[in-house]
């Protein structure tokens, strides 16, 4: 097609390639292996293609995600909108640089989103497999983009219910990340019905424990760990479960707190603000209350997995990806 | 899910439901039934819900149209991001308007392309039919999202040339519109070589002299008819067919006009500007050149469908429908 369309096509295949956790597809064909699937049979290579395409509709949640929250770096490289006004900048086009910039990446995103399904349609799985996975990915990505919605219409509302926030962590989080991914594995493999279901409850289960980690990780993580500046949700004013739980106990037992975290959340916060917020948090109990949270949903988790009919192999490496999940400093 | 969620989808929903020509799964429609499909059949329902999908994938395209080119108004209404936007500053929501408003239409622009292919997915048409459209549906997003790409570049590096422009028309309009529907519509109904090429060719043409068509209204079209300000891509620096061939012939001839005519596109043009660009561009020999080719490519297309085998039927409608949408005034 010409005219910089491929330069463009390639920004988007080095970030789709150059990293990331790949947490999805590893979920997916972990869950398909669970279920029976053989990593040595003749529908491996058509099912990793299938999961792989969970990568795409990532990449997609990602580029428009930092359009979304104005981010300027992931993955340790400039995000795909500051690449394009990079280049807009410096060939001194015309127009906005920034204008620019969100424009290409609206795009980039919405071929990442297209190219998924086309992905999926040409994994070579079977007729009876596709049609198994489809409401599987139609639930997915219509999961997924609520999820976002929610996230920033919370924050735009200053929502700060301890449900508006786990809402936001069952849909955004848990169903895309965990859930559904071992769900399409399971579809994928023709699992019945107690499988599709203990899958399901450990996915939740696991997908909210994730992300109340990130939570804490996003108020108390070292930023040379986690990539991220020190406190970053608190100035971002993003609506945690775990700001929930501190507001709800700071309203209860301390009016004073509750006007803190009130009026310094979504602010440009110095890191001596970020200290006293911190502080603030912990000895309101919301910390722990959170650890707790994460060990009981860890506990759900692995209880229902045992009980499951999924492969012992299977229930190791999942044991071992939800721990790995849910413990982690990054 | 909650959350307003449901509330947002409707906005998208109204947006497909309330307007709009139909372009596009009306030439898939009739090029199915050109191709010997049966409107009384059982299949009719499935390929009227597979045509239909184009219009998801339209609103996708559209919603995030509007956002790239900062429209205000779209169909008589206020564009997606803009609804969004007022209803954030009516809330007196935290965080900025415009922000939020562009947000959420990024996400409801890709919600509607995520739909667009669960519509194929499930309109109930056979496999072997799935599998024949399935690199016409990929073909044709991937041109489409590289149509859209082109014309954003084209703008910002001020390309000039009348090849960067034909590429854009080529792309983002008749392959998109015309082309890639007719071309669907026929793997729908199994139709051989002959006519899928015959369609392909007589898309091309139409959906190319369809975009000079509006090229000529975008600067000389009725505000009253069209709905749009006079003189609208003149302000808005579009580089058309139209505009590049002006340029091409006021280089050759009439360097005080070449200078005039770069001088001017893109900025901010009062009316009696907008009227000496007009009279400009005209006796440079410029609209007469568009004229020619719009009845050059109409006068090929009919030629090749005459010849096709497309049924009488679908010859008949698809010669008023390729008239109509290139001899329109709005």
Redesign the interface.
């Known amino acids: 097609?010409?005219?910089?369309?491929r330069d463009?096509v390639t920004t988007l295949e080095n970030f789709v390639l150059r990293g990331g956790k790949r947490v999805r597809p590893a979920f997916a064909w972990t869950g398909w292996i669970g279920a029976g699937g053989d990593p040595q049979g003749p529908d491996a290579g058509p099912v990793l293609r299938a999961c792989s395409a969970l990568e795409l509709v990532q990449a997609?949640a990602l580029v428009?995600d930092d359009?979304?929250d104005?981010s300027t770096t992931r993955r340790g490289f400039p995000t795909v909108h500051v690449q394009f006004e990079e280049r807009?900048r410096a060939?001194s086009?015309?127009?906005e640089s920034p204008?620019?910039g969100?424009?290409?990446a609206?795009?980039l995103?919405?071929?990442a989103?297209?190219?998924a399904?086309?992905m999926i349609?040409?994994s070579g799985i079977g007729?009876d497999a596709a049609a198994r996975i489809?409401p599987v990915w139609?639930a997915m990505?219509?999961?997924v983009?609520?999820?976002?919605?929610?996230d920033?219409?919370?924050?735009?509302?200053?929502d700060e219910s301890i449900d508006?926030a786990m809402?936001v962590n069952r849909?955004k989080t848990a169903a895309y990340t965990i859930e559904r991914p071992l769900h399409l594995g399971a579809a994928l493999a023709g699992a019945g019905e107690n499988l599709v279901s203990a899958y399901r409850r450990f996915g939740t289960d696991i997908g909210i424990a994730f992300q109340l980690r990130d939570d804490l990780l996003g108020v108390f993580g070292d930023p040379a760990v986690t990539g991220k500046p020190s406190g970053d949700d608190l100035r971002a004013?993003k609506r945690t479960v775990l700001f929930a739980l501190a507001l709800q106990r700071a309203d209860r037992d301390d009016p004073g707190a509750a006007a803190a975290l009130r009026g310094s959340i979504?602010t440009d916060l110095s890191d001596a603000d970020v200290d006293t917020l911190r502080e603030t948090i912990t000895s309101l109990g919301a910390v722990a209350d959170v650890e707790k949270r994460i060990g009981e949903l860890v506990d759900s988790a692995l209880t229902t997995l045992a009980a499951s009919t999924a492969t012992p192999e299977a229930k190791q490496h999942l044991t071992d990806m939800a721990v790995a999940a849910t413990r982690r400093n990054s």
């Open positions: 097609m010409g005219g910089g369309y463009a997609c428009h359009i979304i104005a807009h060939g086009w015309s127009g204008h620019f969100e424009a290409v609206i795009l995103g919405d071929l989103l297209a190219w399904d086309d349609r040409e007729p489809s139609s990505r219509t999961e983009l609520g999820g976002q919605f929610l920033i219409s919370n924050e735009a509302r200053a508006a809402r849909y004013g979504g």
